[in-house]
Nanobody, 124 residues
Framework: QVQLVESGGGLVQAGGSLRLSCAASGRTFSSYTMGWFRQAPGREREFVAA????????YYTDSVKGRFMIYRDNAKNTVYLQMNSLKPEDTAVYYC?????????????????WGQGTQVTVSS
């Protein structure tokens, strides 16, 4: 089990950028695939991006491709989500998630550990 704490959310104008961080506890962070999900009011929590053991192994939902980038720093036990060219429809609570193993996963049930979420609000 790993404990996750997100930070970096806030209010930004459309077209702006934010970087979310997710700090993980424990000494085996490199053994986890990490994901970002988001949940807008009245909607289901949806997959945004994931990164496997290799920093080159990443996957994004279509709506954020070319705008968001996920990366990790195993020395700091942290995964990041760089969000550029933000749109009002990106407004949501963003959650970090972890699953043990190297494989990319895109569904909620595949992740065992979750953070508390951080609010991102994009104004038009």
């Amino acid at each position: 089990q790993v404990q996750l704490v997100e930070s970096g959310g806030g209010l930004v104008q459309a077209g702006g950028s934010l970087r979310l961080s997710c700090a993980a506890s424990g000494r085996t962070f490199s053994s986890y695939t990490m994901g970002w999900f988001r949940q807008a009011p009245g909607r289901e929590r949806e997959f945004v991006a994931a990164i496997g053991w290799s920093i080159a192994n990443t996957y994004y939902t279509d709506s954020v491709k070319g705008r968001f980038m996920i990366y990790r720093d195993n020395a700091k036990n942290t995964v990041y989500l760089q969000m550029n060219s933000l749109k009002p429809e990106d407004t949501a609570v963003y959650y970090c998630a972890a699953r043990l193993g190297p494989d990319i996963a895109t569904t909620r049930r595949q992740y065992a550990d979750w953070g508390q979420g951080t609010q991102v609000t994009v104004s038009s």
